[in-house]
């Protein structure tokens, strides 16, 4: 594919990155609120916000686009979920970094991480369903 291609290609993994992520944490952050539990974390609030729903959209569409260059055309599972790892522990750190000051309290890092990794791990399922449909093409 030529460069144009190419770029229009990784626009649509960002796309399809942001929409899935931000969905999944949005469902979460329902969830969360229906329980009625952990009211403090800010992604609890992410439809509520248009600064956190700004930065899921942002944080997914930077994880669509670096999947489709990490994966490739390879089959590497170890790929595929390292990218996941990778992008929940980078923002469950950051999250960790921030809480610190105030708390030592583990359950909310917990839960974040976890929360962190469901979301990003759903966007990779869709990615994976888009490539694998041809909706969007894996990088040569």
């Not at 291609?5 to 469902?27: D, M, N, P, Q, Y």
């Not at 916000?49 to 260059?69: C, K, P």
């Not at 790929?79 to 809480?99: C, K, M, P, Y």
């Not at 583990?106 to 791990?121: D, M």
Request: charged fraction near 15%; glycine fraction near 8%; hydrophobic fraction near 50%.
């Amino acid at each position: 594919m030529n460069r144009p291609e190419e770029r229009i290609e990784s626009v649509k993994a960002g796309l399809l990155g942001a929409i899935a992520f931000t969905v999944a944490l949005s469902v979460l952050g329902s969830l969360k609120g229906i329980i009625g539990q952990f009211p403090s974390l800010s992604t609890s609030m992410v439809l509520y916000g248009g600064i956190e729903a700004a930065i899921a959209l942002s944080i997914g569409f930077l994880f669509g686009v670096t999947y489709r260059y990490i994966i490739r055309a390879d089959q590497n599972s170890h790929l595929r979920e390292g990218a996941v790892f990778a992008f929940a522990l980078v923002r469950t750190g950051t999250f960790i970094e921030q809480q610190a000051r105030d708390t030592l309290n583990f359950l909310p890092w917990v839960i974040f991480g976890l929360e962190s990794l469901f979301c990003f791990f759903l966007a990779r399922l869709a990615l994976d369903i888009a490539i694998k449909q041809q909706w969007v093409k894996p990088l040569q």
